[in-house]
Structure formats: structure tokens, C-alpha cells
């Protein structure tokens, strides 16, 4: 179990605040934040949770994004943001791995939006390229999940034919169901029809048609989120899709993924 000061036991899961809170918004005014606070480390942080600090802060650089509002707001984004994920990161590596913080910055170079910022800041727990366990904050509040996003035509197919094969097929329909019961959404791209080579009544066909396969759990403002029990939330419901994320680890870590890539960084939608 990842050790909190006032960490809860795993299955523990306390109740939320309703949804209303993260998706009606909450009221930005800037000027409380006008003057950055600076934090001498991001290592070593003890995690007292998520301030809704943070949120605030995405929606005002959802409102402003600019390097004027980013500049002022600097400091909020170190404290309430960075610094926390940061020790998540440090708290959780014990039993799950080395965990990266993603860049805020957008990479523009070929994007007709020049927004210079991510409305999101994501903290991923990779296995192979393109597989592992995800947390991301922004304005919406928490969303956490895990799984996949092929990094290679060969991991796709290995994906599929993973899916396609009775045994291994009919165990990860099972565990992906189990984790829609849990409150989990399926989400990531797919193509629109059957791929060459499988029957559109496939029984696992919508599976099949996918090349991303992420299962997250959009969770708003728990009324956790400000409390050290915060972490322990993110590690139990990891813990769930720890399963599916290690069957997964053998069928992608056997095909080698390509010169150079990266993991991706889109936005968890």
C-alpha cells in the first residue's frame, strides 16, 4: 500500500462531492495570484493532496492562455500543480515505477492553434512506449486510468491478434467490462470499420478496431482531493486495471517499438 500521513486503506473509497462542482467551473480571479511563490524543490515534497487551487488555475489559462497569465501564475503552477503531482510520482514509484511528469508547454510547430500551454498537466507510470498508468488535472478536476496507445503498425497487430485469440481475447473483454463496472469510461481512437482480415461480427470487433485502448475514470473534485488520501485513491483504482495493464505489458513489450518515439502526450478526453 502507498504510505500517506493520513493515508486511508486501499478499498477504502470515500464518497465524492457531486460532479457539479468540476463541470459548472469555478470563478477565476487572477489577481489573487499576481505574485508567484517559489518552491525550493519539487523532490522530496510530502503529498497533502490536490489543492482546487489547481483546477482554478486551468481555468483561467483556459480563459487566458498566454505567457502573460502562464508568467504571473507561475507559482500557483508550482505549488498547487507540479509540486503535487511531483510527489505522487515520488510516492507511488516504489510499486508501480518510475513515474514522468509531461511538459506543459503545447508543441505548436505544426498546429494551426499557437496556444502555447496544455490545459492539462498528466503524469504518466510508463511500462513499454506507449503503455502505463495515467493522472491528469485540469479545470474538470482528476481523471485517472491507464493503457495503451500502439506506437507501432506492429504493435497494433500484435494488439489484435491478442484480441482475436479466444483465451487471451475473452480475459481482456472480461477485465475491460470489469473496469467499465468500476466507473471507468473507454476511451481512445479506433477505426471506423473492421480491420482487413476480421469479421465485422467479431464477437470482440470493437476491441479489434482500436489502436488506443485508455480506460479512465473521470472523477471531478472528490472530496479527497485536497487530503493525503488522495494517492492511495490513484493506487487502488491502478491496482484495478493492474491486470489488464500487465497482460498488456507481455503482448506490446515483445514487438519492438520504433527508432526515437515518445510517448504521447494527448490530452485524456
Excluded at 492562455?65 to 505549488?79: A, I, K, L, P
Excluded at 503531482?85 to 492553434?113: M, N, Y
Excluded at 480475459?171 to 481512445?188: D, H, N, P
Aim: hydrophobic share 40%.
Amino acid at each position: 500500500m502507498v504510505s500517506t500521513q493520513q493515508g486511508v486503506p486501499a478499498g477504502q473509497l470515500p464518497s465524492c462531492v457531486p460532479i457539479s462542482r468540476s463541470s459548472a467551473r469555478l470563478t477565476v480571479d487572477p489577481s489573487r495570484y499576481a505574485v508567484p511563490r517559489e518552491t525550493s524543490s519539487l523532490r522530496g515534497v510530502t503529498f497533502q493532496g490536490i489543492p482546487i487551487r489547481a483546477l482554478e488555475f486551468y481555468e483561467g489559462l483556459e480563459a487566458d492562455n498566454s505567457r502573460t497569465y502562464w508568467t504571473r501564475q507561475q507559482g500557483v503552477y508550482n505549488d498547487s500543480v507540479r509540486a503535487p503531482l511531483q510527489a505522487i510520482a515520488d510516492a507511488v514509484e516504489a510499486e508501480f515505477g518510475t513515474a514522468k511528469l509531461f511538459r506543459p508547454h503545447r508543441d505548436v510547430r505544426f498546429s494551426a492553434d499557437k496556444s502555447p500551454y496544455k490545459t492539462h498537466q498528466g503524469l504518466v507510470v510508463g511500462k513499454p512506449p506507449g503503455l502505463g498508468y495515467y493522472v491528469q488535472i485540469s479545470a474538470d478536476g482528476l481523471a485517472v486510468g491507464g493503457g495503451f496507445h500502439a506506437t507501432s503498425p506492429a504493435q497494433t497487430a500484435a494488439w489484435r491478434a491478442a484480441v482475436d485469440a479466444p483465451g487471451t481475447g475473452g480475459e481482456i473483454a472480461r477485465l475491460v467490462t470489469a473496469a467499465t463496472a468500476a466507473g471507468a469510461e473507454v476511451r481512445g481512437d479506433q477505426v471506423k470499420t473492421a480491420p482487413r482480415g476480421y469479421a465485422v461480427d467479431h464477437p470482440r470487433i470493437e476491441l479489434i478496431r482500436r489502436h488506443e485502448l485508455m480506460l479512465i475514470e473521470q472523477l471531478g473534485a472528490p472530496d479527497w482531493l485536497e487530503t493525503p488520501a488522495a494517492v492511495d485513491e490513484i493506487a487502488d483504482r491502478w491496482r484495478r486495471l493492474s491486470p489488464l495493464i500487465t497482460m498488456l505489458d507481455a503482448i506490446l513489450s515483445a514487438v519492438p517499438p520504433p527508432t526515437g518515439h515518445h510517448a504521447p502526450t494527448t490530452r485524456v478526453r
